[in-house]
């Protein structure tokens, strides 16, 4: 069965120091990933996805993740914290087109002033 | 507002009541997902639809629930005879057929007292 690894419960940052939230996943072959975040009484926001090609991509509010397939991580990565980051985040699985998300338990992250 | 909508909000019930919830997808969305979060965890996959068939279920997912999406458009996911374990938040997300990203609604919190 796939799983997902968010070894990182909380993090804190400083306001324009640099981000990373790590992810591992257990499946047999490269999955389809994607990193989600979810802010107090809002729902989940896909940040960005990786199906195949380049490993590293680009997502929305300057957020990245690089696919390490040796390594079976997805971090997600961001040069720059502003404090509308303070929120949780969560890397999820899907083994098919279509198919249902498998998510790791979430990253909760606190961004200091 | 076009994105995926559910209600109610928030709903409390007394131990042993029923409740039922509703979630409207993204017209276009052939895909309907209903997870369950609770707190501190991240989401967890309970059952799918496409269009009106509904296509996996997961072990999660006891007798005293049963989902619908009778028309292909809005589901409803009943919980009958709730338990106090049934507090949590319930998501939908709709998708596309073809694609996997996956949008999902501001949730339905349920707290059974």
């Known amino acids: 069965a796939q799983s997902v690894t968010q070894p990182d419960i909380h993090i804190t940052v400083s306001e324009g120091a640099s981000l990373e939230l790590r992810c591992n996943y257990s499946y047999g072959a490269t999955p389809y990933l994607f990193w989600y975040v979810q802010s107090p009484g809002q729902g989940l926001q896909l940040l960005l996805k990786?199906?195949?090609?380049?490993?590293l991509v680009q997502g929305i509010k300057g957020f990245e993740a690089e696919f390490k397939r040796s390594q079976s991580s997805f971090n997600l990565r961001k040069p720059s914290v502003h404090w509308s980051d303070a929120a949780e985040y969560f890397c999820a699985v899907v083994k098919a087109a279509g198919n249902k998300l498998t998510f790791g338990g979430g990253t909760r992250v606190l961004v200091k002033p | 507002d076009t994105g995926v909508s559910q209600n109610p909000r928030h709903k409390i019930t007394k131990r042993g009541q029923n409740v039922t919830f509703r979630c409207d997808p993204i017209?276009?969305?052939?895909?309907l997902y209903w997870y369950r979060q609770t707190l501190g965890q991240g989401p967890e996959f309970l059952t799918y639809f496409q269009n009106e068939a509904q296509l996996e279920k997961s072990r999660l997912l006891s007798d005293r629930f049963s989902a619908e999406r009778p028309k292909g458009s809005f589901s409803t996911l009943e919980i009958q005879r709730t338990e106090q374990g049934d507090s949590a938040m319930y998501l939908c997300a709709s998708s596309l057929a073809a694609l996997n990203e996956q949008f999902f609604g501001p949730g339905t919190r349920l707290t059974v007292l």
């Open positions: 990786y199906f195949s090609g380049d490993t």
């Open positions: 017209s276009e969305h052939n895909r």
